[in-house]
């Protein structure tokens, strides 16, 4: 799949870091790790974690 947006830093970034930790069950560390080795400019602020753990839970919640 192909995430886009203007400059690639905040919003494209989070999506990708969502999906990895939500739908595809990487850890922080390694779904960080991914998203700046392809993109070194992607800008994964403590919103975008907590963001990213929240879908984690309510994954594992089932509520959605």
Same mark, same amino acid.
Not at 1 to 9: I, M
Not at 59 to 64: D, G, T, Y
């Given at each position: 799949?192909?995430?886009?947006? &203007?400059?690639?830093?905040g &919003? ?5 870091? @969502?999906?990895?930790?939500?739908? %595809?069950?990487?850890? &922080? @560390? ?7 080795r %392809? ?19 309510q ?6």
């Open positions: 799949a192909v995430v886009l947006c &203007r400059l690639g830093v &919003r494209s970034p989070a999506v990708v870091y @969502a999906v990895l930790r939500a739908a %595809l069950g990487f850890d &922080r @560390a390694v779904a960080r790790e991914l998203v700046l %392809l993109r070194p400019q992607a800008s994964i602020t403590p919103v975008t974690e907590s963001a990213g753990d929240w879908l984690v839970e994954r594992a919640a089932r509520a959605f």
